[in-house]
């Protein structure tokens, strides 16, 4: 089983649209969650860190949910610029190594 | 906003060739890290770098890989004897207080290996 799973998509939603993506870690000792995005050929950019509580910014929220092991990210009222990968990382504690996701496409259109 | 600057952002080199690739951390971060992109693959973790020295490292960060802080400010990759296989993006980034928390990363260097 791969450490940090995504589905690849991509996911091909209207403007205004609510999506979800999922994401999940084989580690049952991961500490700490970060959703990133990335555009084409572009450097990773962090969106946001996950909390155990679950955590908002604007439109966007992340949950935790440990005892099934995934982190998932919703994103409300879609825009055309949150069109971009969206990463997972997963972090293990005793060993601060992040692991990526190979990223969830995201197009919203018009 | 304060950034994490690369150069050059596009590196072309002879296969066997040496190649230094050079960061520029946000100046209050104390964390840093390596990662390369092949493309259209997933990005992945190469070393991480604490108080002048390396912190943890993968299996790809082998005896051709060194890192180095020769200042003050810069934070270098150094790739010693290049394999076409090393052709890929590779990202710098940092992080102010800790390996645990959010790192921020520059707009990379492509490395193209002939």
């Known amino acids: 089983r791969k450490e940090v799973e995504q589905d690849p998509g991509p996911f091909n939603v209207p403007e205004g649209a609510t999506v979800a993506f999922n994401c999940t870690y084989s580690?049952?000792?991961?500490?700490?969650f970060f959703w990133y995005r990335q555009d084409c050929r572009k450097e990773p950019k962090l969106l946001m860190s996950v909390y155990s509580s679950g955590n908002e910014d604007g439109r966007f929220t992340a949950q935790l949910n440990r005892a099934s092991q995934y982190i998932s990210l919703l994103i409300r009222d879609s825009k055309l610029s949150d069109s971009a990968t969206y990463l997972c990382?997963?972090?293990?504690?005793?060993?601060?190594?992040?692991?990526f996701g190979r990223g969830t496409s995201l197009i919203v259109h018009p | 906003e304060p950034e994490v600057t690369q150069t050059p952002s596009h590196q072309v080199t002879q296969m066997g060739q040496e190649v230094i690739l050079r960061c520029v951390p946000i100046?209050?971060?104390?964390?840093f890290y390596w990662y390369r992109q092949i493309l259209g693959q997933k990005v992945e973790f190469l070393v991480s770098?604490?108080?002048?020295?390396?912190?943890?490292k993968s299996e790809i960060f082998d005896d051709q890989f060194s890192v180095e802080r020769p200042d003050g400010s810069n934070f270098t990759l150094k790739i010693r004897s290049t394999k076409l296989e090393d052709s890929a993006m590779y990202f710098c980034a940092s992080s102010e207080a800790g390996h645990n928390q959010p790192q921020h990363f520059g707009d990379g260097t492509r490395l193209s290996i002939l």
């Open positions: 580690n049952s000792a991961s500490q700490s």
């Open positions: 990382v997963v972090l293990s504690g005793g060993s601060y190594i992040p692991t």
């Open positions: 100046s209050n971060h104390l964390y």
């Open positions: 770098f604490y108080n002048n020295e390396i912190s943890e």
